[in-house]
């Protein structure tokens, strides 16, 4: 079946620019998990929900970061203003109900 | 905080050696721990996940052992291949709390062959 999915795969932009990432979670999976990944680094979490509910943001580094998804399934990360320290690698899993978190391919995010 | 401090951070090995990767736990509430393998432009693959009521678990060649007295997990590959060569995170979290998983560093395993 269809894994995690994610779009685009790759986005530069200008610093100062807003940009949308998407992902696509395993359909009919509750829980949905947003990880930042630095090049050399292990994912760092960002966000979680549960169905439309964001339970915890604590990992968001800035009021420039905003999750959202607001029917329980596809979900949008937005970082406004964009700043050179933002370039990483954004990873989206979806999580069914059991342990194992099944990750998307992530989106390569550089912010010139 | 909480913390995953996983060694080493590189690992060469030659085919059909064993690698082992350890990795080291702050939180003690953590119950739930998994390994990923991650290859280049791809998102992490769990390969073998390990609770906290349990301590050895084996799958083929990949075994991970856990000792939650000194909050530490490892990750034994043996007969080790070419097609092993990637970067492997260890994880853990509070499954059935939040979920969330505190990744490790990774460690870059290359089998030569």
């Known amino acids: 079946g269809a894994g995690v999915s994610q779009s685009p795969r790759y986005k530069v932009a200008k610093r100062g620019q807003d940009v949308a990432l998407r992902c696509d979670p395993i359909s009919g999976h509750v829980s949905l998990f947003w990880y930042q990944q630095a090049l050399g680094q292990g994912p760092e979490f960002l966000t979680y929900?549960?169905?439309?509910?964001?339970?915890?943001k604590s990992g968001l580094p800035s009021d420039r970061f905003f999750a959202e998804r607001p029917e329980g399934s596809v979900s949008t990360l937005k970082i406004q203003r964009t700043q050179q320290e933002d370039s990483a690698v954004y990873l989206c899993?979806?999580?069914?109900?059991?342990?194992?978190?099944?990750f998307g391919p992530g989106t390569r995010l550089t912010v010139l | 905080g909480e913390n995953v401090e996983q060694h080493p951070s590189t690992l060469s090995v030659q085919e059909g050696d064993s690698a082992v990767i350890k990795c080291t736990y702050s939180d003690s509430a953590s119950n739930y721990f998994p390994w990923y393998k991650q290859e280049l432009g791809k998102g992490p693959q769990l390969i073998i996940d390990?609770?906290?009521?349990?301590g050895e678990k084996k799958d083929q060649r990949i075994a991970v052992t856990l000792n939650k007295t000194a909050k530490h997990f490892s990750l034994h590959i043996t007969e080790t291949q070419p097609e092993d060569s990637a970067v492997y995170f260890c994880?853990?979290?509070?499954?059935?709390?939040?979920?969330?998983?505190?990744f490790g560093q990774g460690t870059t395993l290359q089998v030569k062959p």
């Open positions: 390990i609770r906290s009521n349990v």
């Open positions: 994880a853990a979290s509070r499954w059935r709390n939040t979920g969330k998983l505190i």
């Open positions: 899993a979806s999580n069914g109900g059991f342990d194992e978190q099944f």
């Open positions: 929900f549960q169905n439309e509910a964001q339970l915890d």
